[in-house]
């Protein structure tokens, strides 16, 4: 009875998992045959590249730390992720990025230098996002989008 109801489920599981394949074939044709919409061309790239939603998360806040330290802004890592226990001398413009965040992402991010392609591109190989191509492009379509602008235009050297 319980093995009945286990190969049940598992052929069941089975359907689902050709389902989901089958959806991001489709899906996946559908971005290489649509044109591509002007107002969103980030969004289209994340469809055909088939970004997962942490790894859109992942691009999105290197280039939210990338655009800190473009403007000034010191990149503090708590060293718990108490709040109590920040440094003395923390300013209140300072960037504090909690300590279980900074786990996951390479301690070259979190320098206070001005940031290259180089090195958002090396982080987004190390995540396992994307090649140095890809990062190009990824990078012009969110230009493109409205979306980091001010950072894209200096890693890519974008003229006015």
Known sequence: MLENELLAQQKRIDELETQVASLNSNLQRLAMISKVDEKYPYWHRLVQYQ??????????FVLSIMSDRLNGI???????DEQDDLPFDVDSEDRIVSFQKALKYPKVLFNNELPTLEEVQGIYKLLGICGEHRTTDILK????????????KQLLSIAD
């Open 51 to 60: 970004f997962s939603e942490l790894q859109r998360l992942d691009l999105e």
């Open 74 to 80: 010191n990149i503090v890592v708590n060293s718990s």
């Open 141 to 152: 379509a969110m230009y493109d989008q409205g979306l980091y602008k001010k950072i894209i």
